[in-house]
């Protein structure tokens, strides 16, 4: 029997999917590669203790939806095109590859609360990531339209 190949899955995490951080072990397993990156925003410590991201609406590319395979081929898709660094302000993260985006999007779905049926505190969308190293790609994050937490000027979380 042949195994389906399924396209690789890029995510930007800001927050407790990081690396040594609450939701990484449970949730990031088994990834492929990680980088450490950044994104155009503004990053919002919550008063429940997480953060959120902003983003200029300009930036996003695609928004999530409930196939998570159709995600991850459109991913790889408009990604073939030119990505520009936007300026701005900067967020700093950690860029994950995964290869199993059927199992990994759905779970992480539920844990940021993105329904892409109806409302949600979060949406995934598609957005302009660099690396460390210079390179730019389109990567899934999750965000929020407005916050009502602390900027943290420094782009980093935990401060």
Known sequence: MVEEAYPLLTL?????LKRGQANHNRFCRGYLRVEEATVRGLL???????????IPEEDIRAVGTADPVYDAARQQTLGRTEV???EGP???GELFTFDDP????PALDRLE???PTGPSPYRRVLIPVETSGGTKVLAWVYV???SSGNHLAGGRWPP
């Open 12 to 16: 930007f995490f800001y927050g407790t």
């Open 44 to 54: 919002y410590g919550l008063p429940s203790g997480y953060p959120a991201l902003m």
């Open 84 to 86: 520009r660094r936007p």
């Open 90 to 92: 900067r967020v700093f």
């Open 102 to 105: 059927e199992a990994r999007l």
């Open 113 to 115: 609360g993105f329904d």
């Open 144 to 146: 929020v339209e407005k």
